[in-house]
Nanobody, 121 residues
Framework: QVQLVESGGGLVQAGDSLRLSCAAS????????MGWFRQAPAKEREFVAA????????YYADSVKGRYTISRDNAKNTVYLQMNSLKPEDTAVYYC??????????????WGQGTQVTVSS
């Protein structure tokens, strides 16, 4: 079992950067593939980025490719989402997710509570 806590959200202006962090409990963090999702008001939750358990493979939604970078530090039980060149349409609650088994980057077993990111124009 792993518990996830996101942090780093906030209110920024278009063009700014933010780095989200997701701290995981447990001693098996390095065994989990991790992902970031987001949900804007009145919209469904959508995939943002994912990273393999060793960190060697990453995946991105087309909407964030080239602007966002996912990374992890298994020694710190933390996964990060560096967000650059933020746009108002990036405004959403961002969720961290973990998966120990399976191969789909869209399916996860454990979720954090989310952190709000608001980008003003």
């Amino acid at each position: 079992q792993v518990q996830l806590v996101e942090s780093g959200g906030g209110l920024v202006q278009a063009g700014d950067s933010l780095r989200l962090s997701c701290a995981a409990s447990g001693r098996t963090f390095s065994s989990y593939s991790m992902g970031w999702f987001r949900q804007a008001p009145a919209k469904e939750r959508e995939f943002v980025a994912a990273i393999s358990w060793r960190g060697g493979t990453t995946y991105y939604a087309d909407s964030v490719k080239g602007r966002y970078t996912i990374s992890r530090d298994n020694a710190k039980n933390t996964v990060y989402l560096q967000m650059n060149s933020l746009k108002p349409e990036d405004t959403a609650v961002y969720y961290c997710a973990a998966r120990r088994y399976g191969s789909s980057v869209y399916e996860y077993d454990h979720w954090g509570q989310g952190t709000q990111v608001t980008v003003s124009s």
